[in-house]
Nanobody
Framework: QVQLVESGGGLVQAGGSLRLSCAAS????????MGWYRQAPGKQRELVAR???????DYADSVKGRFNISRDNAKSTVYLQMNSLKSEDTAVYYC?????????????????WGQGTQVTVSS
């Protein structure tokens, strides 16, 4: 089993910054990509940013130049630095991690989601 613990959400004024963290733990053999998704009320969940094992990154157009994703492989942790926040960034942010875990004598692929953390940007 893999557990994800998110932190760092909250209330911030427009133009402010927040940093989200997501730490993975459990019987993990290796982690491939780590990412952040968000879901605003009445909308579908969407990709915000993701980072591969090699450090390659992918961002939603709406956050390019404002958000930065990074990871600490030694800590199995992914971060999302969010700057110049806008009211439209208000959403529940979910961490997503995939990789391989130990399952008995085998290695199995896994995809895990965090519990979600609320980010609210006031205008």
């Amino acid at each position: 089993q893999v557990q994800l613990v998110e932190s760092g959400g909250g209330l911030v004024q427009a133009g402010g910054s927040l940093r989200l963290s997501c730490a993975a733990s459990g019987s993990i053999d290796s982690i491939n990509s780590m990412g952040w998704y968000r879901q605003a009320p009445g909308k579908q969940r969407e990709l915000v940013a993701r980072i591969g094992r090699d450090g390659s990154t992918d961002y939603a157009d709406s956050v390019k130049g404002r958000f930065n994703i990074s990871r600490d492989n030694a800590k199995s942790t992914v971060y999302l630095q969010m700057n110049s926040l806008k009211s439209e960034d208000t959403a529940v942010y979910y961490c997503n991690v995939n990789g391989r875990l130990y399952s008995g004598t085998y290695l199995a692929n896994f995809v895990s989601w965090g519990q979600g953390t609320q980010v609210t940007v006031s205008s």
